[in-house]
């Protein structure tokens, strides 16, 4: 079988990494940037922009795909699962109408009140800045102001996080209205929700819902979840499939919102097949939908594909044939902890062009995997990108020793101008959230 995997960032080593295993499937790529974990992986590469849709599918009939797997978002926008299944290509992502759900925030908002999903957020979308600012003003500035459109998870800004105040929340406004940010001039504001996040990521056939672990992402920059949101500096899971904040049935409450959700796609006539992934937060008053998702998560996705132990392209051919509830999934009941390495600056301005020294070998002996990211090789050297580098995840059965195994294996990344949250997975971080948690259950 051909596998296609459209993507060149560390979540697409996972997802390579994963069909790898398949012993059914031959691996080709297209990727924007020469990624060496990708490139040892798949038998032929094709470097493209993974939004140039027109190159990609006759690469993709020139090399008999049978699936094709696609890892980052702008490709779905740009309508790239349309055309490969016009091609007579399978694909085990979601057509352009279907990721709407994470393309368009106001459609997702709004299918959530179509289909009285629970876990909907108060909110309302504007075009006009007066109107926006009677909203703010109604909910004393306590709001996330969200651009309609893709950013890259650059645009969500939070008050508190980004900005205090009305007349702060207003400038922001008024800026993603004047310059179109997210593609539109238009601005969602919703209530802010105070919480808990996690990721919920699921397979999914359009009918049925394979949930995975609920794994814990860190979008702020520095240490203590300081400094600009990133793309995500890192990320853990336990080996129950839980949160030390997460009870089981909060879990279940995840699956259920998830599962109404692919539903409701279908009643709209936007069958979503392929990873699906919710950013869901713990509240006082129980889980909220933040954004969905329409693919893995980066980094979440390398916490969870690395303990998938049923074949890949089984789980991707029972996706496609609509037959997902009768394949039993089996995962390792692992604990992980994920960490990037990014060139200093990241967030800000990145140090691009610097060398990066990765001994595999030691890596892999300390029982930790590598995913190489926005990276790029001269005269064999790696060299770092504008984006996040690498990620090294510790893997084993307890999460404190995950997270032992993850900074032993990162003693084996050298470079001058790298940076690393070191806090990720560990006790005082995990403890701190257990201890918010409390709080906020507390006040209710
Ligand atoms: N972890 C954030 C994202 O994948 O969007």
């Not at 012993?23 to 990708?38: D, F, K």
């Not at 032929?44 to 094709?68: F, G, M, P, R, V």
């Not at 996040?197 to 203590?224: C, I």
């Amino acid at each position: 079988m051909n596998v296609l995997v459209v993507g060149g960032g560390a979540r697409e080593h996972a997802i390579c990494d994963a069909i790898a295993r398949s012993e059914q499937a031959t691996l080709y790529s297209v990727m924007n940037n020469l990624n060496p974990g990708i490139e040892k992986l798949a038998v032929e590469y094709l470097l493209e922009k993974e939004t140039q849709i027109d190159h990609i599918i006759s690469y993709a009939t020139k090399k008999n795909i049978d699936i094709a797997l696609i890892g980052p978002e702008a490709p779905l926008e740009a309508g790239i699962a349309d055309e490969l299944t016009k091609n007579g290509i399978n694909v085990c992502a979601p057509l352009k109408n279907a990721a709407r759900i994470e393309t368009d925030k106001e459609w997702m908002r709004n299918l959530l009140t179509k289909y009285k999903i629970p876990g909907q957020l108060h909110h309302k979308s504007f075009t006009n800045s007066s109107e926006a600012k009677e909203f703010i003003e109604e909910l004393n500035a306590q709001v996330a102001i969200k651009p309609i459109g893709l950013t890259g998870g650059k645009g969500v800004h939070v008050a508190g996080d980004h900005f205090n105040g009305t007349d702060e929340a207003m400038a922001y406004v008024t800026e993603v209205i004047q310059n179109k940010i997210g593609g539109a001039a238009k601005v969602l504001i919703e209530e802010k929700a105070v919480g808990e996040e996690f990721t919920l990521q699921a397979f999914t056939d359009g009918s049925h819902l394979a949930p995975l672990p609920a794994v814990q992402d860190h979008k702020r920059l520095l240490p203590d979840d300081k400094g600009p949101n990133t793309g995500g500096m890192g990320s853990y899971s336990c080996a129950n499939g839980l949160l030390p904040f997460l009870t089981q049935h909060e879990y279940d409450e995840g699956v259920s919102i998830l599962q109404k959700i692919v539903s409701a796609l279908a009643k709209e006539r936007c069958r979503y097949i392929g990873p699906i992934y919710g950013q869901f937060i713990l509240t006082a008053n129980g889980v909220k939908i933040i954004e969905v998702n329409a693919r893995f998560g980066d980094p979440e996705a390398m916490n969870v594909l690395p303990l998938l132990q049923t074949d890949f392209m089984e789980v991707c051919s029972a996706m496609l044939d609509i037959t997902l509830s009768k394949k039993d999934i089996q995962m390792e009941k692992k604990s992980t902890v994920c960490k990037y390495v990014v060139p200093e600056g990241y967030g800000i301005k990145s140090m691009v062009g610097e060398t990066i020294d990765v001994n595999e070998n030691a890596i892999r002996q300390e029982g930790a995997m590598l995913f190489y990211a926005s990276v790029t090789k001269k005269n064999n050297h790696i060299m770092t990108g504008s984006s996040r580098s690498l990620a090294v995840v510790g893997i084993t059965d307890e999460l404190a020793e995950a997270e032992k195994i993850c900074e032993q294996a990162l003693t084996y990344i050298k470079g001058d101008h790298l940076f690393i949250r070191h806090d990720i997975g560990t006790k005082k971080l995990l403890e701190k959230r257990v201890r918010h948690m409390k709080e906020i259950r507390g006040r209710k």
